[in-house]
């Protein structure tokens, strides 16, 4: 299961995957779910996920907690720290020399 958070850093508008890797996803086997509106500021609406074959969830902690694979497009913020647990994959751009409470994390 990979889950999209919608990106709560100030200022950051993009979203970690497109309808279009939705549907590869999709037709390789993999359940994906994007929180509600996550798209939007990319000019993806939700019904284009969902054509494309994803679930949307209205909240984020849902996204987090039901996912294997949370793919972003920053790093994930103080807020989002308590979401961690052993075996969850994150993928994204991690800048851990400036942020060293997200490496302990």
């Known amino acids: 299961r990979i889950g999209i958070p919608k990106e709560i850093k100030n200022n950051e508008n993009r979203v970690a995957i497109t309808p279009a890797g939705t549907a590869d996803f999709v037709r390789a086997g993999h359940q994906v779910m994007i929180e509600q509106g996550a798209g939007l500021g990319s000019g993806f609406t939700d019904q284009e996920y969902v054509a494309a074959g994803g679930e949307i969830k209205e909240q984020a902690a849902s996204i987090w907690t039901e996912s294997d694979m949370i793919m972003k497009v920053k790093e994930p913020l103080p807020s989002e720290y308590d979401y961690f ?21």
């Open 85 to 105: 647990r052993p075996g969850l994959i994150l993928f994204t751009y991690l800048h851990l020399a400036a942020e060293p409470a997200l490496a302990k994390a």
